[in-house]
């Protein structure tokens, strides 16, 4: 039973250029969130994707937008880099039915903004 | 708002020791989960026990116990006879009840270090 991955593992990029994330969720799950972890800090919660839509949205810019495909994989994409977005971007996987299930989350993809 | 505070940044102990992690949780909900997951240097967090807040039963699995205290907002988590692969970073975490209102909200997390 394959758990939730994440591609790439790892990624360089310059400010200003644009960034996708890719995620496809543990066997049986349809939702799908996104985290971002600085160093040193614990993660903190991007957004949230159910049935193709985004469902719930913490606290960051519209520089930071996602998808969900049909088949509940995702994408994050973040536009016009900063430095700050370096970062460890986590994805977790969830079934997002009535009853509160887990969060599973996968090796992230590490982003380092030069 | 809620909020999760890990005020142990790191801990270092010999191993075979105990060890206890403290978490201490806000939040306005009657009705939240709380999590705790563990951060191995290769990032990926792994989850460790989920608890409800109707649920105020300790709960021992293995070596790691965990102790939830509604009236302190406390969410502890032992360790009993460590061992060096217990070394990580370990997240405390919580959540809404409600449907569609799902973010987990982390600690900054408690480094432990086991020193063989």
């Known amino acids: 039973d394959a758990g939730v991955t994440q591609s790439p593992t790892h990624l360089i990029k310059t400010r200003g250029q644009q960034v996708t994330l890719r995620c496809s969720p543990k066997?049986?799950?349809?939702?799908v969130s996104w985290y971002q972890q600085a160093l040193g800090q614990g993660p903190q919660f991007i957004f949230q994707?159910?049935?193709?839509?985004?469902?719930q949205r913490g606290n960051f810019p519209d520089r930071f937008s996602g998808h969900q495909f049909p088949n509940y994989s995702s994408e994050l994409n973040v536009n016009a880099l900063l430095l700050g977005d370096s970062a460890l971007y986590l994805c977790?996987?969830?079934?997002?039915?009535?009853?509160?299930?887990?969060?599973?989350f996968g090796p992230g993809t590490r982003l380092l903004v030069l | 708002a809620q909020k999760v505070t890990q005020a142990q940044t790191e801990i270092s102990v010999v191993e075979k020791e105990d060890v206890t992690l403290d978490c201490v949780y806000e939040?306005?909900?009657?009705?939240?989960?709380l999590f705790w997951y563990k951060q191995p240097p290769s990032g990926e967090l792994v989850f460790l026990i989920r608890?409800?807040?109707?649920?105020?039963q300790n709960e021992i699995s293995g070596r790691y116990s965990w102790n939830f205290q509604k009236s302190t907002s406390s969410f502890n988590f032992t360790i009993t006879a460590s061992q060096v692969v217990d070394s990580a970073v370990y997240f405390c975490?919580?959540?809404?009840?409600?449907?569609?209102?799902?973010?987990?909200?982390f600690g900054t997390g408690t480094r432990l270090t086991i020193i063989p």
């Open positions: 977790a996987s969830s079934s997002g039915g009535q009853v509160r299930e887990t969060q599973y």
């Open positions: 066997s049986g799950h349809d939702t």
């Open positions: 994707y159910y049935e193709e839509e985004e469902r």
């Open positions: 939040t306005r909900d009657t009705t939240y989960y």
């Open positions: 608890r409800n807040s109707f649920d105020e």
């Open positions: 975490a919580l959540s809404e009840a409600r449907f569609g209102n799902e973010k987990l909200t």
